[in-house]
């Protein structure tokens, strides 16, 4: 009976290692994939986290480029009186007179609204692009090169930092 025992304690002592160095060998290459399972995720938070970054950056810089965009759409009437007024003092059939110091705050509304980013569409004798011009009215072209071009510019379009905020208003020849 002392020779079973022995017998197998012997038998008994091997198989418990092999089962130790399975189980050791199950335990770190599931350790391995929890390791690889985590880095995954923490990739792909890192490149998620560094997405938004550069979202909210871009946000950010548009919306510093159009914060006063309501504020100077609101000038723009005001400007279009101040052209007005200048073409009908440079007219020489009238006896208006736009002063020097007149002159100069005018000179000095465009230099600060061009300083903003408005800019004034171009408009006469350009094709018409119903994505940058309102059509008012059609009239009958002069000649057949000035079919479908701008004829006369009624209200000027603008732009803010190369985003439209006032559509040209236009006649079209046909």
């Given at each position: 009976m002392t020779s079973k025992k022995s017998t197998d304690g012997e038998e008994a002592t091997p198989s418990k290692k092999k089962s130790k160095k399975r189980s050791s060998k199950e335990q770190i290459a599931?350790?391995?994939n929890q390791v690889a399972e985590q880095?995954?995720?923490f990739l792909r938070l890192y490149a998620e986290f560094e997405n938004y970054k550069k979202r909210t950056l871009k946000e950010r810089l548009e919306l510093i480029n159009s914060a006063g965009q309501s504020?100077?759409?609101k000038i723009l009437p005001v400007?279009?009186?101040f052209d007005r007024a200048k073409q009908s003092a440079e007219d020489e059939?009238?006896?208006?007179e736009f002063s020097e110091g007149v002159l100069i705050v005018?000179?000095?509304?465009?230099?600060t609204l061009k300083a903003q980013g408005i800019t004034v569409m171009e408009t006469n004798g350009?094709?018409?692009?119903?994505?940058?011009?309102?059509?008012?009215?059609?009239i009958p072209a002069a000649s057949e090169d000035m079919k479908g071009k701008i004829i006369d510019t009624v209200e000027k379009g603008y732009y803010l930092n190369d985003k439209i905020i006032r559509h040209?208003?236009?006649v079209v020849g046909k």
């Open positions: 599931e350790l391995e880095k995954d995720k504020t100077l759409k400007l279009d009186d059939n009238t006896s208006e005018y000179n000095k509304l465009h230099s350009k094709d018409f692009d119903p994505e940058l011009h309102a059509a008012i009215s059609e040209a208003k236009v």
